[in-house]
Structures are given as structure tokens and as C-alpha cells.
């Protein structure tokens, strides 16, 4: 998991309720991510940031909001808009590699919306 | 549309013998290929990144291979071990250097038995 935290590690929310997933790195990675992992599907790409103060949707961004003050923090919030919010959420941050972006992931978050 | 399929979905072998994971893609254009580990309940941890012009990448008991022509990737993980139990997840790069996407395949999910 490197030097990316989330927290927390689970999460208990009613529905309608708006809820905050944190994403922290020390890894001086200009780059973050927010996927969703769902049982027997790969992980979907909800926003990244490859700057501070920049952002982009990803595929599956509708029902989620995201921001980018500080290059070390990408907190993503779940608001009550997400129809089906029950999943593992996993940050990533990345730097270039060569030709490429190696992308380091944090232990993910799994949030539970009854 | 992009899409990385991996076979088998399971997999179930005994301590010490080595296994052989598949992945099949249709992403254009092509940047890269990467194998990733992922424990039960954490973040994936990458294994492998091959570009192009790599045709076998190792690291450690690990050895991936590509084959951009017919668009496969195979991991070889030689003398399992117990702690090799884990889904291994293929990852295809498209786009431009700095505007890369990743198109995520479900896993292989590997259990080592003593």
C-alpha cells in the first residue's frame, strides 16, 4: 500500500445520508485517483486529478464529487445522488515511470450504505 | 469499446507447483500491460509493467509475458507458495504518454492449499 492511507478502512451509512472518503499520500505524486470495485467487475475509474486544483470525470463519475486543495489529499465524496453506493473504493497516485505512469494503490475503503 | 478478459476465474492448486494465468485484450491503441496482485480486502500491488517492445518481464517467482501481435499476456508464477493466494488482475494502458486510460480485467482468483 505504500504511502497512500484511506480512511477509514469500513464505513456505515444510512441511505440519503452524503458521505466522505478520505485519500492521503506522502509519495510527492502529482497525480491521484478514485476507483470502484464491485464483486466480479474490474475497478471503474470515478475522477482523477493530475494537478492541484484540476480534476476530470471518469466513467462512472455521476453521484460522486471530488476536490483537490492540497497535492497530498483527494478526498471523494459519496453524496445521496449514487444509486447503488455499496462498494470498495480504492485511491491511487501515480508518477511517470520511464514511458509510462506506475500507479500505487491505498488499502481501499469498503462503504456500506443500508 | 476497450476490454481486458482474464481466464481462468478460479484457479485451485497445491503448494510448490507453478500456474499459468491468461489475459486477452481488445484496447487500441496499445500502451502498456501490467499484472497487479491483490490481497483479499486491500489495494492492488503491481507485479509487471510491459510496454510494446517487452516480451517477458520477471520479478522474482513472477514472469509475465505479451504478445502485442495476438494481444495476449500470460503470468507464470513459478513454486507457489501459500502466501501467493490472491487475485492477479491484468491492466491495459491506451492513450498518449501523460493521457493514459486503464481498462481494469475482473481477476483470477488464485488459492494455494498445503
Known amino acids: 500500500d505504500g504511502g497512500i492511507t484511506q480512511s477509514p478502512k469500513y464505513l456505515f451509512r444510512k441511505e440519503g445520508q452524503n458521505v466522505t472518503l478520505s485519500c492521503e499520500q506522502n509519495l510527492n505524486h502529482d497525480a491521484m485517483y478514485w476507483y470502484r470495485q464491485d464483486p466480479g467487475q474490474g475497478l471503474r475509474l470515478i475522477y482523477y486529478?493530475?494537478?492541484?486544483?484540476?480534476?476530470q470525470k471518469g466513467d462512472i463519475a455521476e453521484g460522486y464529487s471530488v476536490s483537490r486543495e492540497k497535492k497530498e489529499s483527494f478526498p471523494l465524496t459519496v453524496t445521496s445522488a449514487q444509486k447503488n453506493p455499496t462498494a470498495f473504493y480504492l485511491c491511487?497516485?501515480?508518477?511517470?515511470?520511464?514511458?509510462?505512469?506506475?500507479?500505487?494503490f491505498g488499502p481501499g475503503t469498503r462503504l456500506t450504505v443500508t | 469499446k476497450n476490454q481486458v478478459e482474464q481466464s481462468p476465474q478460479s484457479l485451485i492448486i497445491l503448494e510448490g507447483k507453478n500456474c499459468t494465468l491468461q489475459?486477452?485484450?481488445?484496447?487500441?491503441?496499445?500502451?502498456?500491460l501490467r499484472w497487479y496482485k491483490q490481497d483479499t480486502g486491500r489495494g492492488p500491488v503491481s507485479l509487471t509493467i510491459?510496454?510494446?517492445?517487452?516480451n517477458t518481464k520477471s520479478n522474482g517467482r513472477y514472469t509475465a509475458t505479451l504478445d502485442a501481435d495476438t494481444k495476449q499476456s500470460s503470468l507464470h508464477i513459478t513454486a507457489s507458495q501459500l502466501s501467493d493466494s490472491a487475485s492477479y488482475i491484468c491492466?491495459?494502458?491506451?492513450?498518449?504518454?501523460?493521457?493514459?486510460?486503464?481498462?481494469f480485467g475482473t481477476g483470477t482468483r488464485l488459492t494455494i492449499i498445503p
Open positions: 486529478s493530475q494537478i492541484v486544483n484540476d480534476f
Open positions: 491511487a497516485s501515480s508518477f511517470a515511470s520511464g514511458s509510462t505512469y506506475e500507479q500505487y
Open positions: 489475459c486477452n485484450y481488445t484496447v487500441s491503441p496499445f500502451s502498456n
Open positions: 491492466v491495459v494502458s491506451d492513450g498518449d504518454f501523460g493521457n493514459e486510460k486503464l481498462t
Open positions: 510491459m510496454t510494446f517492445s517487452e
